[in-house]
């Protein structure tokens, strides 16, 4: 059964920087999409960026340039930096499967449902 865990999450200015991490626990897919998502009180959840196992990397406009989505070793992480106070929310890493040969599965466009599964949440909190 597959694990996941984030830290990292904090307190930051705007302009900062932080990196969230997420530890990958027990068999994983061959083939996956691992994603950071986001939910802000009151807001739909919503993608920020993910990888495909194959180190293929989509981001979603309002954080491209800005966050950088890595996964080394078996550990999922997100860079963010340049952070604004829309940035500000709880963030979710997740894994879903994916058919080896399914390139677009780990598009930012498909849903988040049809991951299985998701970390706890860790919170970031951006301040002026």
């Known amino acids: 059964q597959v694990q996941l865990m984030e830290s990292g999450g904090g307190s930051v200015q705007a302009g900062g920087s932080l990196r969230l991490s997420c530890a990958i626990s027990g068999m994983a897919y061959s083939s996956s999409c691992f994603g950071w998502f986001r939910q802000a009180p009151g807001n739909e959840r919503e993608v920020v960026a993910t990888?495909?196992?194959?180190?293929v990397t989509t981001y979603t406009d309002s954080v491209a340039g800005r966050f950088t989505i890595s996964l080394v070793s078996g550990a999922l992480s997100l860079q963010m930096s340049s952070l604004q106070l829309e940035d500000t929310a709880m963030y979710y890493c997740?894994?879903?499967?994916?058919?080896?040969?399914?390139?677009?599965?780990?598009?930012?466009?498909?849903?988040?449902?049809?991951?299985?599964?998701w970390g706890q949440g860790t919170q970031v909190t951006v301040s002026s």
């Open positions: 997740a894994l879903k499967p994916r058919r080896r040969y399914d390139f677009d599965a780990c598009r930012t466009d498909r849903p988040s449902s049809e991951y299985n599964v």
């Open positions: 990888i495909r196992n194959d180190g």
